[in-house]
Every structure is written in C-alpha cells, then in structure tokens.
C-alpha cells in the first residue's frame, strides 16, 4: 500500500495490474477508500463509458477507481486530457487482469502520466506479520499465495480446479483464439511440469502436439496474465560460453503444485518435483518482493556450457548478488560448485553468495550465507540480513 501512495504523490493515474484473484481490487479500494469504485465488467459501466467516455469520466470529481479498465480501451484516450487539465496527482486508478492489454493501452494514451504496480499473490513477508504462514514448508508450496485460500475456509484442492476453469474459458477467450481449451489446458500443464527449466520452445509444442510458433504465441498469454515468467540468462561481460535461453517460471508455486497433480502437501516431501516446485517458490518470491516495492524484477541466472549454474542473479550498487536455491534440508559441500565456479568466471567484485535451502537455521560456509526458507519470510532478501 505504501508503494501505491508513494507513486500517487508523482502520478496522475495510477495502473494496478495482476493476476485474477490477486487482490488488487481489494487493494485499490483499502489504499483509495474516498474515491468511488467503478467495474467496466459491468455492462452498463461499459456501455456508458463506450457509448459517452466524456460524460462517464466528468462523473468522477474527485477521481475514481476503474476496475478492469481494459475492457474499455478508448476510454484511455479521454482519460488523458481530463487529467492534463486537471493536474492533479493520484486522480485515478485503473486495474486490470489481462497485462497486454491494460498496458497498451497506457502506453498509447497516457504515455508518462502513470505510475505502475503489478501486484502477484500474497508473498511470504506479507504472510508473516499476521500469523497466517503455512505452518511447513510442504504446505507453502502446495497452497501458494492466492488470498482465497487464506481469508476463506477453503482448500487449495478445491480453489484451483476453479481458478483454471474460469481462466480458461473467460481469460483465454479475451486474449486468443483458440479452438481446442482441452489442448491449451494440456499446454499448461506441461509448462507447469517445466516451470525451473530451461525453455525449449519446440519441444514443448512438439509434447502438446502444437507448432513452436503456437506454443510461443500460447506462452505469451500465461505470461499477459501473470501466469508464468521467462527468467533472461546474465552474459553481460563473462568470456565463457553461456546458455542464453530463458527459464520458465511460475508465479504461483501452489498453482504448479495443483496443476501436476499433488492434491495433500504431505506427498511434496518425497515427490519428484519437489525442488522445481521449491525453486519456483524462490524465485517468485523474489520477483513478489520486487513487484511490491514498485520495482521491475531485473533477476537473471546464470549457466555455461559445462552445466555449472546459479540459480538467481542480481544486480546492486555493491556487485552482483548470486544466489542458489536447494530443497534440502541439511547442507551439503556439492551446493557451493555453481556459485564457486560463477566468481571464478566473473572477475569482479561480488556480494557473498546466498545460499537459500528447505531447512531451518542461518549460518556461513565456505564465503557463502546459508539460510533457511523462513527468510522468505522478511520483508527484504537482499544480503544485509
């Protein structure tokens, strides 16, 4: 909420972009309660704001809050006179589900006159606070982060055969044609069974019975809806040969967990996919922290061509931050060969790499800060802990 008022004090339109379910509504109207709430769902909204966007707007005295203001793109247009006149800062809130088309908008309409936060599912640090984290690391993962499943009596084994549904035969309609639901729905789960992987565009159609060029147009709507990521490789400046495809990643570890059949958090403690799973559970917690402080994700990994691999890199004013991430729950000498060799290659100045592990406790090794997942918990990863 602090990030949204920060952004209102420089901005005279303030876009909360997201995930379906994420909260954003619920957001907008706890950080904005004074100005009134708008759905351009609602057909009548809609058909006002098409049918007379100059009228709909001059409502709004004191600004408003437009909810999935994509539906209603030309009303963008209108929107950026009225607050060019008005100069007001923080004037309104537009949010949307679908990323593409929100932002297209903006950028076509209302080009420098808008602030933006993407808000993901609960993070771990938001959890915290108020006593509402996962009691285990395995429940963690199998619920992930979508506020239902923390603020209402239900199970995430009930919640995510409803969120895909209606995702898919609401979202995916919007965005893309597509004939077959059932083949884009065994395409989802196939990147949910890649998510931590490196990539490879043709062979994951060719698992999905689909082209490449469909598998990566199909892609590009998971990721307008702030399903998954692509994780870019770091080469800047290294000499070696590096891999420079990108990993896929969810953004929520719970939905992966659902989409690749694990209905009881007790069976992820021996499952096969326990470390993708944990793995995406890190980095998209570091992507939510990122997100919630107004920030760009601006997270890589780093791979040559032997196979030698970290995880996640970043950069800040100090150096570059490496850091590895393993789902087990005792250390082991092997963790430390990827960040070992990555400084080799470097050859310039870094922060101590970050070792963040499935077990309890916080201690040195070898150069290296080894810590439990409970970091997650707090609010800042960054090596100052």
């Known amino acids: 909420m602090s990030t949204l008022h920060r952004l209102a004090k420089g901005f005279p339109v303030i876009a909360l972009t997201g995930p379906r379910q994420s909260g954003k509504t619920t957001l907008a109207k706890a950080a904005f309660a004074s100005k009134p709430y708008i759905s351009l769902e609602n057909p009548e909204e809609r058909e006002f704001a098409e049918r007379d966007p100059r009228g709909f707007l001059q409502r709004f005295e004191g600004g408003a809050i437009l909810d999935e203001a994509q539906r209603c793109p030309a009303l963008l247009s209108w929107l950026q006179g009225l607050v060019d006149g008005r100069g007001r800062m923080g004037d309104f809130i537009l949010t949307g589900s679908a990323q593409f088309d929100l932002m297209s908008g903006v950028t076509q309409s209302l080009a420098g006159r808008v602030g933006r936060v993407e808000l993901l599912p609960l993070s771990a640090a938001e959890l915290a606070p108020v006593h509402r ?200 000498a092997d963790w430390l060969e990827g960040v070992h060799k990555w400084r080799q290659v470097v050859g310039e100045v870094t922060l101590p790499p970050l070792v963040i592990f499935g077990g309890e406790g916080s201690y040195e090794r070898e150069s290296c800060r080894v810590r439990g997942w409970r970091l997650l918990e707090t609010h800042n990863l960054d090596p100052v802990d």
């Open 133 to 332: 984290q996962p009691p285990s690391l395995e429940e963690a993962l199998a619920r992930g982060g979508y506020p239902a499943l923390y603020d209402r009596d239900l199970s995430a084994a009930d919640w995510f055969p409803n969120y895909v549904a209606t995702y898919l035969e609401r979202d995916v309609r919007q965005l893309i044609a597509i004939r077959d639901l059932t083949q884009f729905h065994r395409f989802v789960r196939m990147c949910a069974a890649r998510s931590g992987q490196l990539l490879n565009l043709a062979a994951l159609g060719a698992d999905c019975g689909i082209s490449a060029v469909t598998a990566r147009d199909w892609l590009s709507v998971l990721e307008a809806s702030y399903l998954v990521m692509r994780l870019p490789p770091y080469y800047r400046n290294f000499g070696k040969r590096l891999v420079k495809t990108p990993k896929l990643y969810f953004l929520d570890v719970g939905l992966v967990a659902w989409l690749l059949g694990i209905r009881k958090s007790a069976s992820i403690e021996t499952h096969a996919a326990r470390g993708a799973l944990f793995e995406t559970y890190v980095v998209s917690e570091l992507v939510k922290q990122r997100f919630n402080a107004g920030q760009p994700a601006d997270l890589y990994f780093w791979r040559d061509h032997t196979g030698h691999e970290v995880d996640v890199l970043y950069e800040t004013p100090q150096g570059l931050q490496a850091i590895e991430i393993k789902s087990g729950s005792t250390f082991a």
